[in-house]
């Protein structure tokens, strides 16, 4: 049993403190880019129609893989 909180959960999804690291900073960035386009989205209706979504269904299906097989 890992006690270390800085890689208990890392190490449950099969990978390292850093590997992890880098993947969540990833996702924050993408996360952050497409809070951006839902916002210009807002405004301009026409724009951005399908991006935002589609994207979220692909980060939706990596977590899940991530989560289906942490080895």
């Known amino acids: 049993m890992n006690k270390n ?3 208990k959960h890392p190490n449950l999804v099969g990978e390292s403190y850093f590997k992890h690291f880098l993947k ?5 960035f993408t ?13 301009l209706p026409f724009l951005c129609i ?3 979504s589609e994207k979220i269904k692909v ?5 899940q893989k991530r989560k289906n097989n942490p080895l």
């Open 50 to 52: 399908n991006s935002v």
């Open 31 to 43: 996360l952050l880019l497409l809070s951006i386009k839902s916002i210009i989205h807002a405004f």
């Open 24 to 28: 969540a900073i990833s996702f924050s």
């Open 5 to 7: 909180i800085f890689t």
């Open 59 to 63: 980060m939706h299906e990596d977590l």
